[in-house]
């Protein structure tokens, strides 16, 4: 198989092709932080994507950092997930959950008792979150004790088992783009001095230790992992650190790797960073992200150097992105107005190419 149109094998699953939907934040959930009934048309318009992943659900209320994101801990909303899957399985789609906990990137408005977000040290985040229908400045964190840190791996591995008992075919734990896992990895926003930081093997503690618990839970062929080596957070030697993380993640053998590439939502830039050098540490399926289009996802496919490639704002634009890609279609052009909040509008009501049309 030559083209990116043609079955993958990832896991049990026999994904129709290479193509992701990336995970999409789109700040649409309803009461309870349950994902919205638009979600349910949503997802399913997006069916014929090889594999769709979920924007972020928290894995708890401290784990959110943005209004009216979704939840994956509580049994309303793993009945709101449910009518999800459900309608994507009812395509022929796959779907996984991105399991998410924010860290720092979070607001006291959010947060259990108005408390300050939680970090692997307490140092600020220069970023705005979406709260109160405004951006505001991040809250000043706290440092995590270790005991804490111990009982957020056990909310994502709670979390991980909420997915697949509503209906997910697997979930991704979301290690990269500057929130909590992302946070112990990179030592600008990680100084511990315990078994947590201080060293390429201290900032991966966590990330290997959450994603060997997800595994424990649901499966190592259920499992993948986010990383965004070079964006949202300075370190002193990223290659050396996210190779080590690759190099452990699959020695346990989980389904796949899935990288940003370069600086989030940034052009495709031929970054400082060595990707292929990241690739040959992990011997699974590696989901190349970052400002890809069809051109440049085929001569790297051809080259050997990504297995799957995961797009996102196009497939905001184009449910039908992978007829359109395959049929030379021109793409639909996202509306930025309409990415983050409010209801059909720039959700649901993008077309799909003419039936007659390829
Ligand atoms: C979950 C996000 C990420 O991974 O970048 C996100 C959150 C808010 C806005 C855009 C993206």
């Known amino acids: 198989d030559n083209t990116l149109f043609e079955p993958y094998t990832l896991g049990a699953l026999t994904l129709a092709n290479r193509i992701v ?14 994902a919205s009934e638009l979600a349910v048309e949503y997802y399913s318009q997006r069916a014929t994507a090889g594999l769709i992943i979920s924007e972020g659900a928290q894995i708890s209320q401290e784990g959110q950092g943005y ?18 899957t459900n309608a994507v399985h009812a395509k022929g789609g796959h779907i996984f959950l991105q399991l998410w906990h924010v860290g720092r990137v979070s607001h006291v408005d959010l947060q259990p008792n108005a408390q300050a977000p939680v970090a692997p040290s307490a140092i600020k985040a220069d970023t705005k979150v979406y709260v109160n229908n405004a951006f ?13 840190i111990q009982a957020i791996i056990a909310d994502f591995r709670r979390a991980a088992a909420n997915a697949i008992t509503a209906g997910f075919d697997g979930v991704e734990v979301h290690g990269a783009n500057g929130y909590l896992l992302d946070q112990f990895a990179k030592d600008g926003s990680n100084t511990r001095t315990d078994a947590y930081g201080g060293s390429v093997e201290g900032r991966a503690r966590i990330i290997l230790e959450v994603t ?18 070079i964006n949202s ?26 990288v940003v590439e370069g600086g989030r939502g940034g052009p495709h830039e031929a970054a400082a960073f060595n990707y292929a050098e990241l690739r040959a540490k992990f011997a699974n399926t590696y989901i190349a992200n970052n400002g890809y289009n ?6 790297r496919f051809t080259k050997g150097e990504a297995d799957l490639f995961s797009f996102g704002r ?21 509306n930025p107005t309409t990415i983050y909040g409010g209801g059909a509008e720039g959700y649901t009501d993008y077309p799909f190419v003419a039936s007659n049309h390829g």
């Open 67 to 84: 209004q009216d994101t979704p939840g994956i801990y509580t049994q309303a909303q793993i009945d709101g997930w449910r009518k999800v």
């Open 136 to 148: 505001v400045d991040v809250s000043e964190p706290r440092a995590l004790k270790l005991d804490e």
């Open 21 to 34: 939907m990336a995970p999409l934040t789109r700040n649409r959930a309803g009461a309870g932080f349950v």
């Open 314 to 334: 196009p497939f905001i634009a184009n449910p039908d992105l992978v007829k359109r890609l395959k049929t030379a279609v021109p793409l639909t052009e996202v």
């Open 212 to 229: 060997a618990a997800v595994a424990a839970e649901v499966g190592a062929q259920r499992t993948g992992v986010r990383i965004s080596p």
């Open 294 to 299: 069809l051109e440049l996802a085929t001569s």
């Open 233 to 258: 957070i300075t370190s002193t030697d990223p290659q050396a650190q996210f190779n080590y993380i690759a190099e452990k993640l699959g020695e346990m053998g989980i389904a796949y790797l899935h």
